[in-house]
């Protein structure tokens, strides 16, 4: 789907999960541009997409263009100063060609191919990611996802919400940017060093119970686009963070 948004972790006072109006919308607004690759013959499914959604977040956090001095740095730091927003949208054909010559990182995932891109201004897109469709994200699994591999960070769904897919994958973004933000510098960079493996799943009805309660970062949604404000959508359960 479309728009998503949360915040960085802050004071409680200035809550990355707060739907009213906080100092965060004083400042400029940014939003970071996904594209997913969606061909009519061969769409991926929908388990490999919001998990190569996922990692793509990940991919940019941690890029050495984002840090420091970094040439997206800045953008970056716009961003995370403000709403996050990121933005779902699909593309096939010439369009993923126009997407890739622009400047980001593709990240494959088994199938499923994920561009992510510098944060831009609200009303700043480039002309050929504009133009592409946020509706048409609709994925399926061919059959049920296996079990997650034991000591893999798990970004576990509420089994009571229905989100498209392109909806999904920016939760599922969400919620690897707050585990993140959670870990130290040494957890970071070790999950970078693996490729930032990461498995999305839906929980199930008491095992979501239990996680919303765990203490584990959890994703709140503004509630802009298909839920409601305020709806819990993901939890990022990273090893790390138990």
């Given at each position: 789907m479309s728009t998503d948004e949360t915040t960085a972790t802050t004071a409680p006072g200035?809550?990355?999960f707060r739907s009213e109006p906080s100092t965060r919308d004083e400042?400029?607004?940014?939003v970071l541009p996904l594209v997913v690759r969606i061909e009519r013959a061969a769409p991926p499914a929908r388990t490999d997409a919001l998990e190569t959604a996922?990692?793509?977040?990940?991919?940019?956090?941690g890029d050495e263009r984002s840090l420091g001095e970094g040439e997206w740095?800045?953008?970056?730091?716009?961003w995370?100063?403000?709403?996050?927003?990121?933005?779902v949208r699909r593309?096939?054909?010439?369009e993923w060609r126009r997407a890739e010559s622009l400047d980001g990182v593709t990240v494959t995932g088994q199938a499923a191919e994920v561009r992510v891109f510098p944060p831009v201004p609200l009303d700043g897109w480039p002309k050929d990611l504009a133009k592409l469709q946020v509706s048409?994200?609709?994925l399926d699994d061919p059959e049920p996802p296996?079990?997650?591999?034991?000591?893999?960070p798990v970004l576990w769904l509420n089994p009571g919400l229905e989100m498209s897919a392109g909806k999904a994958m920016a939760q599922a973004g969400h919620g690897a940017q707050l585990a993140w933000w959670e870990l130290t510098s040494e957890q970071r960079a070790a999950w970078r060093a693996a490729g930032y493996p990461l498995a999305v799943r839906t929980a199930a009805p008491g095992q979501w119970r239990d996680l919303t309660g765990s203490g584990l970062p959890l994703v709140r949604d503004a509630g802009f686009t298909e839920i409601a404000p305020g709806s819990a959508t993901v939890v990022a359960d990273h090893p790390a963070l138990r």
């Open positions: 200035d809550s990355p400042a400029p607004q940014y996922a990692r793509a977040v990940l991919v940019l956090l740095a800045r953008a970056v730091r716009d995370q100063d403000a709403r996050i927003r990121k933005v593309a096939r054909g010439a048409g994200t609709d296996a079990d997650p591999e034991p000591g893999v």
